[in-house]
């Protein structure tokens, strides 16, 4: 008897136990490992400005935009093959206040285009110890971009640049590495200056 009052103990026990409601894991994401941060410099001859970049980045000149030529051939994409992503930066040359108020509203609108998916568009002044001023952009949400900025002497020269990723947009998964990749778009910046001024 004690045997088969046992025996009934365990499975009342067993079924019981087993009537916890399931709770599904979170979803993950991949760990990352982020290489040190070392900085080398873009000081090519033939081009209107220079700045440094990071040694696990590659400097490519872009030579279409949308399958059409460039205007002018000072355009380039920062690609970082590890994490599938590419700072496009746009070079123009200002030959009047006119054009200078049109590209600043055309990278305005840029950014602007990003507020149906975005919950948020916080924009930073600065200006680096070389005279370089410009606006940064963090943009919040599911977005194609949640880094750009642009930079100009307001008279000379205008630059553009905004990172993407080969990957659709998922805020969660991309934070860190947007974060990562945010101090490398803020150094570009901070050593960011034109030439021949």
Not at 11 to 37: H, L, T
Not at 57 to 68: N, R, W
Request: hydrophobic share 35%.
């Amino acid at each position: 008897m004690n045997t088969v009052l046992k025996c009934s103990l365990c499975f009342i026990f067993i079924f019981w136990g087993c009537e916890e409601a399931f709770v599904p894991k979170p979803r993950g994401y991949f760990k990352i490992n982020f290489p040190q941060k070392e900085y080398v410099s873009f000081d090519r001859p033939d081009y209107p400005y220079s700045f440094e970049y990071p040694t696990y980045a590659t400097v490519v000149k872009d030579s279409t935009f949308f399958g059409d030529p460039t205007e002018n051939p000072w355009w380039i994409n920062i690609d970082f093959p590890q994490f599938n992503g590419r700072i496009y930066v746009s070079y123009k040359t200002l030959t009047s206040q006119q054009q200078f108020t049109k590209v600043l509203q055309d990278a305005f609108k840029l950014t602007s285009k990003h507020t149906t998916k975005a919950y948020s568009i916080d924009d930073s002044l600065f200006r680096n110890n070389q005279g370089v001023s410009g606006l940064f952009f963090k943009v919040g949400g599911e977005v194609a971009t949640a880094n750009q900025f642009f930079l100009t002497d307001s008279t000379k020269h205008f630059l553009r640049g905004a990172l993407y990723f080969d990957a659709t947009p998922n805020e969660d998964s991309l934070s860190v590495v947007n974060r990562f990749l945010m101090e490398d778009m803020r150094h570009l910046i901070q050593t960011f200056r034109w030439k021949g001024n």
